[in-house]
């Protein structure tokens, strides 16, 4: 293989090399982006939960009675529901 030949290929080789560092830093920045919004939405949807959770609570504080009837008839429905079914 003539000198030429070689310098080719090493360069060809270098030149891949770089782009497939290029490549690589390109995918673990676009890596990183789907982590921090995969991260903030589980935050989100953590913090929305957590304010459901205040809001159930505070309603069955204020509202004693309607949670209770509430309560009832859901179990009522799904008792026959599954009385049917079963």
Do not use: F, W
Not at 21 to 42: C, F, K, V
């Amino acid at each position: 293989m003539s000198k030429n030949t070689q310098d080719h290929h090493r360069n060809g080789a270098a030149e891949a090399a770089e782009a497939g560092a290029a490549y690589a830093r390109a995918a673990g920045e676009r890596l990183d982006e789907a982590q921090a919004s995969i991260d903030r939405a589980i935050e989100e949807g953590r913090d929305e939960i957590e304010r459901a959770a205040r809001q159930s609570t505070q309603m069955v504080r204020d509202n004693p009675v309607l949670a209770v009837a509430g309560a009832v008839g859901v179990g009522l429905l799904l008792g026959l529901a599954m009385r049917k079914k079963g």
